[in-house]
């Protein structure tokens, strides 16, 4: 995870945020305001936006010590600790809410469900939240896929449902639940292009592959008249702890 953290002012301006309802909706679940909350991979804040809306005390776990400064400087009443999560060290009577956005796929996959469960106090709730970046015009979407294949041919997408079904498969939660939240985000090609340069594929790619990339994607943008209209979708997967 610690890969962001040598783009950690541009994460911070070019990643949209979430949708406040994703707060109305772990409550809903919850039954209550979470008597405590711990965020997974809080970056520079984009989930912590949300979770700070539930007004409980919250611990933010974040591995890359220049997004942890972000996040600190953003947040100043949240606790965080500058650790990975398969090294934090979990309140003993647990916590009320565990949250993850957009980070579960870097937790490890063989733990990270049996890790979380163990974190929350009994009745606690899990809630890992994320985006998926589709494009409004499926032309264009088809056109931007072909274009990144080519400069990478081993470019590939997750399942859209993956961390619904991961949290299934590994059985370590009870009552799974699931919302889709919707909406169009048009952007023009310097905002396109500043969104791209901060996802992990891009970023593990040699300098040479990710200039290729990012002046492909350019002319493409031009081709459409200078604005990508991105078919933003966010998934929010709850789940309670089994036992």
């Not at 008597?35 to 984009?46: N, R």
């Not at 593990?204 to 002319?219: K, T, V």
Request: hydrophobic share 40%; glycine share 10%; with cysteine.
């Amino acid at each position: 995870m610690d890969v962001f953290g040598q783009v950690a002012d541009l994460y911070e301006s070019a990643r949209p945020g979430y949708p406040p309802e994703i707060a109305d909706a772990i409550v809903a679940y919850h039954g209550a305001t979470p008597t405590s909350v711990v965020e997974v991979g809080a970056g520079t804040g984009k989930g912590t936006e949300v979770l700070t809306r539930l007004g409980a005390p919250l611990t933010c776990v974040e591995p890359d010590p220049r997004m942890a400064a972000l996040l600190a400087s953003r947040f100043p009443d949240a606790h965080i600790e500058t650790v990975f999560f398969e090294q934090w060290s979990p309140p003993a009577d647990g916590v009320g809410l565990l949250a993850c956005a957009m980070a579960w796929h870097w937790l490890d996959p063989a733990t990270r469900n049996a890790r979380a469960r163990r974190a929350l106090a009994p009745g606690g709730t899990l809630a890992i939240f994320g985006h998926r970046y589709d494009y409004a015009d499926a032309g264009q979407g088809a056109a931007i896929r072909a274009a990144l294949r080519a400069v990478d041919p081993t470019v590939r997408e997750r399942p859209e449902d993956w961390f619904h079904q991961d949290v299934l498969t590994h059985g370590e939660f009870t009552n799974v639940h699931t919302e889709v939240f919707r909406r169009g985000l048009p952007l023009d090609k310097q905002r396109y292009l500043a969104l791209m340069r901060t996802f992990g594929p891009y970023l593990a790619r040699p300098p040479e592959q990710q200039r290729r990339g990012l002046d492909a994607l350019s002319r493409l943008v031009d081709d459409f008249g200078g604005t990508v209209v991105l078919d933003l979708r966010t998934t929010l997967v709850l789940g309670r702890r089994a036992g």
